[in-house]
T-cell receptor, first 115, second 116 residues
Framework: GESVGLHLPTLSVQEGDNSIINCAYS??????FIWYKQESGKGPQFIID?????DKRQGQRVTVLLNKTVKHLSLQIAATQPGDSAVYFC??????????????FGAGTQVVVTP | EAQVTQNPRYLITVTGKKLTVTCSQN?????MSWYRQDPGLGLRQIYY???????DKGDVPEGYKVSRKEKRNFPLILESPSPNQTSLYFC???????????????FGEGSRLTVL
């Protein structure tokens, strides 16, 4: 079946460098995509989302890129800080008949920021 | 403060002993959902509710029940827990705007359940 997946289970990044977390999706019916951050012992927190009619969206220190041609989503974190250490999930919103859509999550990528 | 509150946060129980994990949100969201999180499997949806008295199965509903008698509460019930239900559980709620669900799921802090 169609699924959301992540290329790298663990990403080690030096403090101050930029991080790039990748995600592949295969469901053409998805209308938007979301990135969540989950710190140890906490619930996932919304970071940023992007609609399928956009290629790029920027937030504070984060940028999400969407390449619909190859069905690829990425999250870029600028100047990675120790507080960015967490598990990052991508999720796609698959359109459903009830209009709510169904959020399907990837397995997550552990980002470890080293000094 | 806008939040989703789950209780208990931690629970150790034995096989077959019924338990309920409560979930409450104060954001007046129509949509609520339960997920379980297991290593390597990410978040999998158990049940969801689009409004009061409206519930539906997610991807892994077996062994679970839910109810939605009030908008703010969405308890998860394990009638006869088994060891394979040992997991980290998250309740979440979501806003419905302009005829569509928004992306931002608000999650609770999680409930770690161990079934012996």
């Amino acid at each position: 079946g169609e699924s959301v997946g992540l290329h790298l289970p663990t990403l080690s990044v030096q403090e101050g460098d930029n991080s790039i977390i990748n995600c592949a999706y295969s469901n053409s019916a998805s209308d938007y995509f979301i990135w969540y951050k989950q710190e140890s012992g906490k619930g996932p927190q919304f970071i940023i989302d992007i609609r399928s009619n956009m290629d790029k969206r920027q937030g504070q220190r984060v940028t999400v890129l969407l390449n619909k041609t190859v069905k690829h989503l990425s999250l870029q974190i600028a100047a990675t800080q120790p507080g960015d250490s967490a598990v990052y999930f991508c999720a796609e919103n698959i359109l459903t008949t009830d209009s709510w859509g169904k959020l399907q999550f990837g397995a997550g990528t552990q980002v470890v920021v080293t000094p | 403060e806008a939040q989703v509150t789950q209780n208990p946060r931690y629970l150790i129980t034995v096989t077959g002993k019924k338990l309920t994990v409560t979930c409450s949100q104060n954001m007046n969201h129509e949509y609520m959902s339960w997920y379980r999180q297991d290593p390597g499997l990410g978040l999998r949806q158990i049940y969801y509710s689009m409004n009061v008295e409206v519930t539906d199965k997610g991807d892994v509903p077996e062994g679970y029940k839910v109810s939605r008698k009030e908008k703010r509460n969405f308890p998860l019930i394990l009638e006869s827990p088994s060891p394979n239900q040992t997991s980290l559980y998250f309740c979440a709620s979501r806003l419905f705007v302009g005829g569509r669900g928004t992306g931002e799921l608000f999650f609770g802090e999680g409930s770690r359940l161990t079934v012996l």
